[in-house]
């Protein structure tokens, strides 16, 4: 009777923890690199929506207390940003910012696109971090896929 009730919670505790483990299937890591001497570095997770949009989440370490710093998805790689925001993102504040943006994770990675961080409001010209969106033909397996786990320190 007991060899019968094992394989029984198995398949429970898989179903269970299905949805978490789901979360984090079709994620794309997006390291986030310092820019005008900030040292805010961390990384953005850009998971895709069972309606076809994608939640942006990012982490910061080394954001300055209280800083409420604008967020956004822009056209081109870091280096050649074209100032124009594509999509906006909520404000990262304490180190923190999760959006969901109407658009598909396909979408986003089949152009150059990047998550630029600004320092302020009033300092929107000014950028702090930067993380180039990797694209979805990247070969080699390197297309920024990764099943990081909740709590990984970022």
């Excluded at 990384?43 to 990012?58: E, F, H, M, R, W």
């Amino acid at each position: 009777m007991k060899r019968a009730l094992l394989p029984a919670a198995a398949v429970i505790i898989a179903v269970a923890a299905w949805p978490a483990f789901a979360d984090q299937m079709g994620s794309v890591t997006v390291p986030i690199a310092a820019q005008n001497g900030s040292n805010q570095t961390g990384v953005a997770t850009l998971t895709p929506t069972s309606d076809g949009k994608t939640k942006v989440d990012i982490s910061l370490k080394g954001e300055p207390d209280g800083a409420v710093e604008p967020a956004h998805i822009h056209k081109g790689p870091c280096k050649t940003l074209n100032p124009k925001p594509s999509y906006p993102l909520t404000a990262v504040t304490g180190g923190k910012s999760s959006t969901v943006v109407d658009v598909s994770l396909a979408q986003l990675q089949a152009g150059t696109m990047a998550i630029n961080i600004h320092e302020s409001a009033a300092a929107i010209q000014t950028y702090v971090a930067c993380g180039d969106i990797p694209s979805s033909a990247t070969p080699g397996g390197s297309s920024g896929m990764s099943a990081t786990p909740a709590g990984s320190g970022y």
